[in-house]
């Protein structure tokens, strides 16, 4: 059965579209279950109602018109239980509705099932039959382990049939929305550019055709380009083969003839699309055809007809002349963003960046985050191939992407935009001001830095410090490590741009989700592995080597401070301390006028939060690491779209441990910062000075408008603030009365994702 059901779930993943896929579903599941009758109910919003889309075994006349809503008829009902109704005897139930068109009457036992995604029932698959038997165990396991499976393939195929044409009237239009996580805070309104690696044929863009004839003179010319290929290979390999395998290649060439592959693909480019998409979907509905064949050896020609596909892809790609063309307002889309794809847009022209894969820690969101553009990550169930030209609109605070929007949506975040931008002009001016309260207290607020580029930045918005450099990131844009000259001279530019401002430089803190090309480490659990002190302790020679690096670049200046990052236990510290003094001393006995910088742990893991005492004891200064605490306290993914709406760093629980490392940690009179995105907000940066935080570090991109927040209050209220949302237990709760007490000050904060009306 198991296989089975994984033929089934590979069939649906490659099904071009919703009808293919429900269609594929009623044949195989019928075929499968030995049932005569099986259907697929879904969700019309619209009418808000269950459609009977497709069945195997009622009458074909009832498909698109028998409808049912939530608790109608037998359907309806095991939507409103969102659980399986399995009845032997379906016609005497009182919840059975006789629906004439459908020629249901004629059987008996009944099994539905509810296909849910994100908490929603999408609908219900059901199976009949005509004898009166209750569908066995194994049976109504099967279903419900399908219906499992399959809820994400219906949902995105749901998404993919809503989208309208480019070029459709506004009004038939529905509008959609993608949940990612967000990788650069911000709001952006643009047209989507979908930019693909090259001769990947799942990547290749939905386009119209700009010239049909055009289009089909260069795809004639890469396949023919293909065509001399294979004959070349043929020929040379014609003396090592064998006669039989010889006549592969000639396979290969008749696929290529004008009347097989070739024609489907000039038929489609006629229907109006780009020789690319044309290619792609013929070569895609062949490789399922072939992939679900049960001789194996047509099974294998699956391959053949990709291969052959990506190589004549490869040649119209290399050929194609059309420019890319990019608005003035581009929201860039790709499977996984690479930073080299950001320089292909005019930097003036780039509003936003929305990436399939990739979390808040990949380059192209360290980058974005760097050059303030808002960026979404891991918005793994959009149909991103079809967004090219589409209008999209990023909220990059709640990581969600909007596509189609509507009018009242499109006219809310318009506003937000307009907002920012005045905002930010505001805030220039705020350069040389002191980050102070009206009452007077003054918190120094820092930055995290991690380009060079951020340097710049970080200075034109009057940062009194680095608080976080993160060192991995020039690691992570090379080849090899990097040596110890190399490094000194990286280092020495943070410190001697900033000096004398203190530069708080971690050490390398890979594992994760943050990984080096040439450094590879592969975990069942990541998080929970070989992360940070923890492999620089593995690898004296590496910490060694950064350690030194950093002591030699901050001779003369004398700013440095060394942070330790997901320390867990005290000899860590112990252990990275011994190292660091003896890094010291081998320098000063090499001549290097140096003097032991500070040195400081971040609390990002539980249970550094309770040892905070013992810890502070060992340290010259702490920071706390936010965001790897509240995923760590709230057992929470950070870069996992499915949980991103548990992550949230306004839980209870993470402000009690929040106030509860600054409280203690003070008691041995050692200061305490944090560097984690809620420092950038301004509701949490109101929140964690009033905690006693001593010194905040951000983004540059935020820091002009915590310092606007901190300016527009006083510490008293920003007291009392805490003490409000203290005795509060609900993450959103708590959110919404910052944003309430924030606005009563005039200033902004957002906090949800935006819900028109
Ligand atoms: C943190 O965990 O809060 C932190 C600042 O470190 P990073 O985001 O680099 O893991
Ligand atoms: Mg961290």
Redesign the pocket.
């Known amino acids: 059965m198991l296989e089975v059901l994984r033929k089934i779930v590979q069939e649906v993943s490659l099904a071009p579209d919703l009808k293919s896929v429900v269609d594929m579903l009623v044949k195989s599941i019928r075929h499968a279950m030995q049932t005569q009758v099986c259907s697929v109910y879904l969700f019309d919003a619209d009418e808000h109602s269950y459609v009977l889309m497709a069945s195997e075994g009622l009458n074909q006349e009832a498909i698109g018109s028998v409808r049912l809503s939530a608790g109608e008829g037998l359907v309806g009902m095991v939507v409103q239980r969102a659980e399986p109704i399995n009845l032997e005897k379906a016609d005497e139930h009182p919840a059975f509705k006789y629906v004439e068109t459908t020629g249901e009457e004629r059987f008996s036992s009944f099994l539905g099932v509810p296909i849910i995604h994100h908490r929603d029932v999408l609908g219900v698959l059901v199976v009949q039959q005509r004898e009166q038997r209750r569908f066995d165990e194994s049976e109504e396991a099967f279903l419900v382990t399908l219906s499992a499976q399959l809820a994400g393939a219906i949902a995105h195929a749901e998404a993919t049939g809503s989208l309208g044409r480019i070029g459709e009237p506004e009004a038939t239009k529905v509008e959609l929305h993608f949940d990612g996580v967000p990788g650069s805070s911000g709001v952006a309104i643009g047209q989507g550019v979908v930019v693909a690696p090259p001769a990947d044929l799942n990547s290749v863009p939905d386009k119209p055709a700009g010239d049909i004839e055009e289009e089909v003179e260069s795809f004639a010319a890469a396949l023919e380009q293909v065509r001399s290929d294979v004959r070349a290979v043929s020929l040379s390999l014609a003396k090592r083969l064998r006669s039989q395998e010889q006549a592969l290649f000639d396979v290969y060439l008749r696929m290529l003839e004008d009347n097989a592959l070739a024609g489907e693909v000039v038929a489609r480019i006629r229907q109006g699309v780009w020789a690319q998409s044309a290619l792609r979907d013929v070569i895609l509905e062949h490789v399922r055809k072939f992939s679900m064949m049960e001789d194996p050896y047509l099974r294998e020609r699956a391959t053949d007809i990709r291969d052959l596909g990506r190589r004549i892809l490869a040649y119209l790609q290399e050929s194609n002349t059309r420019p890319q063309e990019f608005t003035d307002t581009t929201i860039l889309v790709a499977d996984e963003l690479t930073p080299a794809m950001l320089g292909e847009v005019p930097t003036d022209k780039l509003v936003g960046l929305v990436s399939v894969h990739g979390s808040?820690?990949s380059h192209a969101a360290i980058l974005a985050r760097s050059l303030g553009i808002p960026t979404i990550m891991g918005v793994v169930d959009l149909p991103y191939t079809k967004m090219d030209g589409r209008e999209l609109v990023l909220d990059g605070y709640s990581g969600r992407v909007y596509v189609q929007p509507g009018e009242e949506l499109r006219a809310a975040y318009a506003e937000i935009l307009r907002d920012e931008k005045e905002q930010a002009a505001e805030l220039q001016t705020l350069k040389n001001l002191p980050a102070e309260t009206k009452d007077g207290h003054h918190i120094p607020l820092w930055v995290?830095t991690g380009l060079l580029a951020d340097i710049g930045r970080s200075l034109e918005r009057g940062a009194e410090g680095i608080g976080?450099y993160?060192t991995?990131i020039p690691f992570m844009t090379r080849d090899f490590f990097p040596s110890e000259q190399e490094q000194r001279q990286t280092y020495h530019r943070q410190l001697k741009a900033f000096s004398p401002r203190p530069v708080t430089m971690?050490t390398l803190?890979i594992g994760?989700d943050?990984s080096l090309s040439y450094f590879p480490i592969e975990e069942d659990n990541p998080f929970l592995g070989w992360r940070g002190i923890r492999v620089t302790l593995d690898h004296p020679e590496i910490f060694m080597v950064q350690v030194r690096a950093m002591l030699r670049a901050s001779e003369g200046l004398n700013n440095l401070r060394i942070m330790l990052?997901m320390v867990t236990s005290m000899h860590e510290i112990q252990e990275a301390s011994r190292q660091i003094g003896r890094a010291v001393l081998e320098l000063q006995e090499e001549g290097c006028a140096i003097e032991r910088p500070e040195v400081g742990v971040?609390v990002?893991v539980p249970a550094a939060v309770y040892q905070i005492r013992q810890i502070a004891r060992l340290v010259d200064f702490i920071s706390?690491?936010?965001?790897?605490?509240a995923?760590y306290l709230l057992a929470v993914d950070r870069n996992n779209p499915r949980v991103s709406d548990l992550y949230n760093g306004y839980h209870p629980a993470v402000l009690q441990a929040l106030r509860f490392v600054v409280r203690e940690a003070h008691k041995e009179g050692v200061p305490v910062s944090i560097?984690?995105?809620l420092a950038g907000e301004p509701g949490g940066a109101l929140l964690l000075m009033a905690m006693g935080y001593d010194t905040l570090s951000m983004n540059a991109t935020n820091l002009p408008k915590v310092k606007a927040a901190i300016r527009k209050i006083n510490l008293t209220d920003a007291q009392a603030l805490l003490k409000e949302v203290m005795s509060m237990d609900d993450a959103e709760m708590i959110q919404q009365v910052i944003a309430r007490r924030l606005a009563e000050q005039g200033v902004a904060q957002r906090y949800l994702p935006f819900i028109p009306g």
Not at 624 to 629: A, C, F, I, K
């Open positions: 808040s820690n995290n976080l993160r991995e971690r803190d994760g943050k990052p971040m990002e706390v690491g936010s965001n790897d605490l995923q560097c984690g995105e």
